[in-house]
T-cell receptor, first 115, second 113 residues
Framework: EAQVTQNPRYLITVTGKKLTVTCSQN?????MSWYRQDPGLGLRQIYY???????DKGDVPEGYKVSRKEKRNFPLILESPSPNQTSLYFC??????????????FGPGTRLTVT | KQEVTQIPAALSVPEGENLVLNCSFT??????LQWFRQDPGKGLTSLLL?????REQTSGRLNASLDKSSGRSTLYIAASQPGDSATYLC????????????FGEGTQLTVNP
């Protein structure tokens, strides 16, 4: 089954304690992306990656890092989490090249609370 | 900057009704528009994708239309069922944004038995 998986699904942590949210896809997609979803703001893109070792900032990259060492994995790293990073996070993947008919596939989401 | 607005923010209807969800966008230079469904505690499920060259797409009881020139899309749900209760999101991909999607805030739909 084609899918995007994220772990953990729920995480409560404290300010300043480094954490990593993993994302993996089994569709051999080149493009992967991280979004955060907040009430009143909708979904906003954090970082994206066009392929292995190729990453770039989205709309709200501050406070986040990513890496793309393997095609299937795209972890999101919070080096020093702060309460304003409390949010619902989604990983997505997408096949290249960009064609009008291609859809993005989303993971189930990770609900992060930073106290 | 592309902005996407969805109206209404919430909608409650009795089972069996036909309903329309609206999505509007400010920049008509879009590549495609995608409708998603989001269930509580779950991810986004893609429902329909309309390419910029298309006027509508249909899947079962769902029909999505696109009027690129006026910056509007509608999602029509026929004969609504309680299982349709969810948040519906529309997202547009601009021609020059790579694969970045700009999302609306969604319409929370409740279908009452």
């Amino acid at each position: 089954e084609a899918q995007v998986t994220q772990n953990p699904r729920y995480l409560i942590t404290v300010t300043g304690k480094k954490l990593t949210v993993t994302c993996s896809q089994n569709m051999n997609h080149e493009y992967m992306s991280w979004y955060r979803q907040d009430p009143g703001l909708g979904l906003r893109q954090i970082y994206y990656s066009m392929n292995v070792e190729v990453t770039d900032k989205g709309d709200v990259p501050e406070g986040y890092k990513v890496s793309r060492k393997e095609k299937r994995n795209f972890p999101l790293i919070l080096e020093s989490p702060s309460p304003n990073q409390t949010s619902l996070y989604f990983c997505a993947s997408f096949p290249l090249p960009f064609t009008q008919g291609n859809e993005q596939y989303f993971g189930p989401g990770t609900r992060l609370t930073v106290t | 900057k592309q902005e996407v607005t969805q109206i209404p923010a919430a909608l409650s209807v009795p089972e069996g009704e036909n309903l329309v969800l609206n999505c509007s966008f400010t920049d008509s230079a879009i590549y495609n528009l995608q409708w998603f469904r989001q269930d509580p505690g779950k991810g986004l499920t893609s429902l329909l994708l309309i390419q910029s060259s298309q006027r509508e797409q249909t899947s079962g009881r769902l029909n999505a239309s696109l009027d690129k020139s006026s910056g509007r899309s509608t999602l029509y749900i026929a004969a609504s069922q309680p299982g349709d209760s969810a948040t519906y999101l529309c997202a547009v991909k601009r021609e020059t944004s790579g694969s970045r999607l700009t999302f609306g805030e969604g319409t929370q739909l409740t279908v009452n038995p």
